[in-house]
Nanobody, 116 residues
C-alpha cells in the first residue's frame, strides 16, 4: 500500500526552526518528484517547495525562499523540509505530495504552528 507519513510538525516560536519529514512507501519513490504544500487558515493551498526525483533541482515559493530547504534521501525514501526563521504566517497544515509519471499521492498533512 502507498503511504506518505509526515512527522515533525508542532508548535514553535517565531524565529525558530522545525524539520518535518515525509516517509514514503509502496511506490518507486526515487522516480517521483516530491513537494511540500501548505494551507494556512482561511487561505488557499500553496506549493511551498518542490524537488526533482534525483534531488538535483529545487523550487520554492517566494514567501519561503531563503528560509526553507527541501531535500530527499532516495535510499531511505524520505523527504525533509528544513524550516528556519519561522514566521507567524508560516502557520499551516503542511502536506507531502509525490508525483510520478502515472500517479500522484498525498499525505494527510501535519500541523505547524508558529506562535509566541
Amino acid at each position: 500500500q502507498v503511504q506518505l507519513v509526515e512527522s515533525g510538525g508542532g508548535l514553535v516560536q517565531p524565529g525558530g526552526s522545525l524539520r518535518p519529514s515525509c516517509a514514503a512507501s509502496g511506490f518507486p519513490f526515487s522516480i517521483y518528484a516530491m513537494s511540500w504544500y501548505r494551507q494556512a487558515p482561511g487561505k488557499e493551498r500553496e506549493l511551498a517547495a518542490t524537488i526533482t526525483s534525483a534531488g538535483g533541482m529545487t523550487n520554492y515559493a517566494d514567501s519561503v525562499k531563503g528560509r526553507f530547504a527541501i531535500s530527499r534521501d532516495n535510499a531511505r525514501n524520505v523527504m525533509v523540509l528544513q524550516m528556519n526563521s519561522l514566521k507567524f504566517e508560516d502557520t499551516a497544515v503542511y502536506y507531502c505530495k509525490a508525483r510520478g509519471p502515472r500517479s500522484e499521492y498525498w499525505g494527510q498533512g501535519i500541523q505547524v504552528t508558529v506562535s509566541s
